[in-house]
Each structure stands twice: as C-alpha cells, then as structure tokens.
C-alpha cells in the first residue's frame, strides 16, 4: 500500500513539475484562435502575424539564447473548446504567456476563468467586459490591444458626424457581444452629435434574409446605416439593404476591412469602415509584400495586431524574463511600443491601450481608400 | 404598400423552402422516410457549383448546370451505398434513417474538408432591384422564382403525364404491388433520387445566391421540412403550399415582432397547425416508417 502511495505521490510530482512553466530550453507562448470555425479568417491571421514575428525572433537568435516556441490552441469559435485549450495551456504546456482571439464571445468566456491561474492573456477583443469586472476593476490576466468598443464606436460615431451624416439606422446581432458592445456607444456618440438615430434592428444568429427587418430602416428615410457585424453577416445585410436600392452610407467595423471587399461579390462603394492599420504606410506595404511572397497570403489589419503583440512580449522577456507572473506585471507596464499597429501604452486601469490611433476608410470600387486618423481616448 | 413589400419577400423566400420542400417530399413519397441528408447534399452540390463554375467566371446558367448535375450524381451514389441494400433486404425502416443522418454527415465532412469553416460568396449575377410602384423586388427575387417555379411546373407534368411518373406513383403507393406489375422498382428508386438531388443543387445555388455559401447552410432544410409537413408529408403540391405560407408567416411575423420571437411563433403556428389537422393541407394520412 505504501509503495502505491509513493508511487502515486512522485507522479503526482512529476505531473505538477511538467505544468511549471521551463527556465531552460524553448520558451513555450500560447495562440489561442478560432482556426477552424466562424470567425477562422480573423484567428488564421492573427497566428500568421505571431508566427512571422516568431520566426523572425529566432532566426536572429532568438530571446538571451532560447527559442520561442508557438504553440497553437484551435478554439474552433467555440466557447468551452476555448476553455478546454486554456486550460491545457496554463496547466499542462507551461506557457509565459498566451496570445488570446480577437473574439469577445471567448474573450468574455476565458476572463473568469483566467483567474485562477498567473499566465496573462494579450487578446484582442473589444468589447470592455473581456477585460474589466463587473466592478470596473480589471481581470489581472487579461489585456487587450487594440482600441476597445467604445473606443471604436466614438471615433465612428465622430467621422459619421464630421461628413454630414444627420439621420442614422442601426442593425446589430443581440446574440453577439461585439456587435452589442459597439452599437450603443455609437448610438451615444451621434446622438450628442446632434443627429437622429430613426431606427434600430436587432437580429439573431439564425437570421439569413434580413430584408423584412431592413425595412424599416429604409422606411425612415435614413442617410447612412451603422453595422457593426461579423464579416459574413455584415455581407449579407450589405448586399440585401442595397438589393432593396439603399444607396446611402454604410458605416461598418472592422469586419469590413479587406479581404470584406474581395469576398463582397460586387463594387463595395459608400461603405466606410475602421481600421488598425494604414495600407499606403511603407513599413506595411513592405511587411504585406513579404508576406505574400514567402506564404501567398495576403496580410490584413489582425496579422499585423499578432506580429506587434509577439514582439512586445519578445521585449518583455528580454527584460523580466519568462516566469508568467513577471510577464503579467510588465504587460501591464507596456508603455509607447511603437508597433506597426501604432503606439501602444496599456493603461493599468482598464488592460485596454490608451491613445491607440485608427484610420477611418471608404471602398471606392473595391479599392480601399484612407480618409483619415483618429485617436482612440 | 408595406404589407405588399412583406408579401414579395414572403413569396421570395418561400421559393426556395419550396425547391428544398418539394425535394425532400419526393423521397418521402417514395421510400416514406425524412431523407435528413438533403441539406448536406445542398451544400455539397452548391460548393460544387462554385469552384467548378462560378469562381472561374463561368455564369448563372452554368453554375446551375453544375450543382444540378452533381446534386443528381452524389444523389444516386447516395442511394446506392446507404439505401438500396436496406431496401432489398427489408431491413428495419429505423435504419433508412440512421443512414440519411450518416450520408449527411459524410456529405458536410466532404465539405469541411475542402473549404474548412469558411464562408464564399458567389459573384453578383443579378443588376440592380426592380422599382415598381414603390416596390422593391430584387432581380434575383424574380429569377428565381421563375427558374423555381419552371422546375416544379415541369416535376408536375413529368408526375402527372409521363410514364416514368406513372411509375413513380405506384412505387409510392405500394412498392410490392408494383413490382408486380412489371415495374422496375429500383430504377423508379433511382429516378427519384437523381430529381430530388437535382432539386437539392437548385435550391443550394439560390441559397447561396442568396445567403452566402458556408458548410452547415444545410441545416435550412429544417424549413423545408416544416414545409412539407404543413402541406402534408408525402404530397408535392402541399409541400408548395406549405412553403409559400412558411415563408410569409416567416416575415409577417418578424416585421410585426422582431426576428427575436418570430421562430418561436411560427413553431408554435406550426404545432396548433398540426393538432388541429395531422395530416397537414393536402397530405394523406400517410406514415412515416422511420
């Protein structure tokens, strides 16, 4: 009996030593993304973005000697494969540090969880309740890096109403925190403005054919329509609400960032969207370049959000090392990295990037074309 | 006018429940079981159709050419491999069921590996909407229903006046009585399939047209299985019937409640639907084996 117990009680050791994170050999970051389901297009590019700046990482060496080594979790968009692969991660591969989905609903999925453990999440998503407690006080795992919901909407909200836009509708999914979180502080935003938000549709993930629910919106007359939707859907509520002659504005998120416009099916004129990036900067026009050359893939605004957020915790374990906790500390520390997505500064109050600028676009054609740089504050 | 609008929409949508209907009604009639591989066949047919035709330019008729065709083939193969043995050994029906659930997993996982969890879009066919008196009806909208109701108008005649339909008539009323009479009763099998695969790939085109092309977009035949029960399973002209009033339901209810409520409203239409006529608008009492 005793020598099961020791037998036991070693494995157990063992298993509990495999789980602490290596102060030799590879230093082990997780890729938590959607590689396979809905939102795969967003999750692909984010890891190709973190992949490219790893390779890089290591081929000039590396960090202080150790390779860094990507280690890829498929949440396939679904919320409890995320939880499982998290789990994994923190408690079986010994990541420092895990770089988390640009998806809120696993964003909001992983926050409480990610509690338990000291490993810190760089993410992506923007809808604030990834990030903060119901008491306004940060999860102290998670981060996000690029400009929150409210953040976006208000610099939306602002354009619209600095080009004359004066009658608003909006459609948006109640069943997904993105859209949800971006609706209300644009409906805000125009609001104070001055301008008239006439109609707001809400639908659910079952709907395909939303031109009964577009209606309304034409009915009022409206001058540009807020969407802010995931790629596919906002697709079809694009073509439909054109198919029933809306000719007026299209005000869209980040969803409708190239590839939205090779993937539309016909000229994308009057919709204007947000964006991380400014495609006519030569240090992105090069990186999109390189990228194509070396993997035919064509680099769109997450890829470069994965690329910065590899290289700041490649500083970061220059500087404090690769125990999670340290790593933790110094991400909420981020301060004026200038990346290709701009310059980032993490404000230890809300894990969200202050200052963080965005570039408002049109479609011309299918030509995208940049109209202008807003601060997100 | 609005009602109008809501109307078209309505008459719109229930087009396509109506191919998906009426696809699923002729296998039902036949072989009196819910073929639930359909709608991976919609799919499986629809991506055919884009990669080999749409996305290398080709056009609508040729895109439609394709998806019939393959819709057809992957049909018949379909009811070699997972019907046909059940059917000459009379084997228990629970087992037609089992193997229409299988072949339609078979058929999405075919899918998924090739185009992963991605969505496409075919190219625009279709110009700008129609303006009539205030109207919208899209291009699209009016093709369809025309190319839709031009293949059920030719399934009718082709059921009512041709031997084959003769044929298919008696297979569904007694399958032993007309073998007896000198039918081939496989073959009769056979032809069934290949047109319900054929109506599978038109819908999947509209649909996709429609709604965008994405590997689970087979699920939509739950709507044409509601269809086919309000209009009576087993009866083609009910499963039309049923799929016209489905599809105005659909988008009476979400204009006057909101796209939140309305499916459970129409389930619930659906159900008080049945309670007070079983058998659906035109059906008879037909029943289901599996």
């Known amino acids: 009996m005793k020598k099961v117990l020791s037998l036991v009680l070693m494995l157990a050791m063992l ?4 789980t602490v994170f290596a102060t030799e050999g590879p230093i082990n970051i997780g890729c938590l993304q959607d590689i396979s389901g809905p939102t795969s297009s967003l999750g692909n590019m984010v890891y190709g973005g973190v992949k490219w700046a790893v390779d890089e990482i290591n081929a000039a060496g590396g960090v202080n000697g150790r390779m860094i080594n990507v280690i890829l979790y498929d949440t396939k968009g679904d919320v409890t494969e995320a939880i499982n692969a998290y789990t994994r991660a923190v408690t079986s591969d010994g990541v420092s540090a895990i770089v988390g989905p640009p998806v ?16 810190p999440i760089l993410g992506f998503a923007i809808d604030k309740n990834c990030q903060l407690k119901p ?55 125009v609001t104070a403005g001055g301008a008239e938000v006439a109609q707001v549709v809400t639908y659910t993930k079952n709907d395909k054919d939303f031109r009964t629910l577009l209606q309304p919106i034409l009915n009022a007359d409206v001058e540009a329509v807020f969407i802010p939707n995931y790629t596919q859907e906002l697709i079809l509520i694009a073509q439909q609400i054109r198919s029933m002659g809306f000719e007026g504005a299209l005000i869209c998120g980040l969803d409708a960032c190239p590839p939205f416009n090779t993937l539309f099916g016909e000229p994308a004129d009057g919709i204007y969207f947000i964006n991380n990036i400014d495609g006519t900067e030569p240090a992105i026009i090069d990186m999109v370049n390189n990228v194509k ?29 690769t125990n999670p906790a340290d790593v933790r500390d110094a991400v909420e520390k981020v301060t004026d990295y200038k990346g290709l997505t701009g310059n980032i500064t993490i404000d230890p109050a809300t894990h969200m990037p202050k200052g963080l600028e965005m570039v408002m676009f049109k479609y011309e054609g299918s030509t995208p074309i940049m109209l202008e740089r807003y601060a997100a504050d | 006018m609005q009602i109008l609008q809501y109307l078209i929409n309505g008459i719109a949508l229930g087009s396509v429940y109506a191919l998906i209907a009426t696809g699923f009604s002729l296998i039902f009639n036949v072989l009196k079981f819910s073929n639930f591989s359909h709608g991976a066949l919609m799919t499986l047919s629809a991506f055919s159709g884009y990669f080999i035709a749409a996305g290398n330019g080709w056009g609508l008729v040729p895109t439609i050419l394709v998806s019939v065709l393959t819709g057809a083939a992957v049909s018949l193969f379909g009811e070699f491999v997972a019907f046909r043995r059940i059917l000459t050994h009379n084997t228990s029906p629970v087992y037609f069921f089992v193997s229409s659930i299988t072949l339609g997993t078979l058929y999405e996982g075919i899918v998924v590996l090739k185009v992963g969890a991605n969505f496409y879009n075919y190219p625009r066919f279709f110009g700008k909407p129609y303006r009539i008196a205030g109207l919208f009806v899209a291009r699209s909208d009016i093709i369809i229903f025309c190319i839709s109701a031009a293949a059920l108008l030719l399934l009718a005649y082709m059921i009512r006046k041709t031997k084959t339909g003769r044929a298919l008539r008696s297979v569904s009323f007694d399958r032993d009585t007309a073998s007896l009479m000198g039918i081939n009763v496989t073959r009769t099998i056979q032809f069934a399939f290949i047109v319900s695969g054929a109506l599978a790939g038109l819908a999947g085109v509209f649909l996709g047209i429609n709604y965008t092309l994405y590997p689970t977009m087979g699920s939509i035949v739950v709507k044409g299985f509601i269809a086919s029960v309000i209009g009576g399973l087993g009866s083609l002209p009910g499963a039309i019937i049923g799929a016209m009033l489905l599809g105005i339901l659909e988008t009476t209810l979400i204009s006057i409640i909101g796209s939140g409520y309305a499916p459970v409203f129409t389930f619930v239409i659906m159900l008080v639907f049945l309670l007070v006529r079983p058998r659906g608008i035109a059906g008879s009492n037909i029943q289901e084996k599996a």
């Open chain 1, 104 to 119: 809120a609903n696993i964003g909001l999925a992983v926050a409480p969880e990610s509690e338990n453990n000291d490993v």
């Open chain 1, 15 to 18: 298993l509990g030593m495999s």
């Open chain 1, 135 to 189: 008491d306004g006080t940060p999860y102290k795992n998670m981060f996000a890096f690029q400009p929150a919901a409210h953040q976006q909407s208000a610099i939306m909200g602002e354009f619209a109403i600095k080009n004359g836009f004066t009658k608003f509708g909006v459609v948006y999914n109640e069943g997904n925190a993105y859209s949800v979180s971006l609706q209300a502080p644009f409906i805000e935003t």
């Open chain 1, 293 to 321: 050359t070396a993997t035919g893939i064509d680099a769109t605004n997450k890829f470069f959000l994965g690329y910065d957020v590899a290289n700041i915790l490649k500083g970061i374990f220059e500087e404090v090392g």
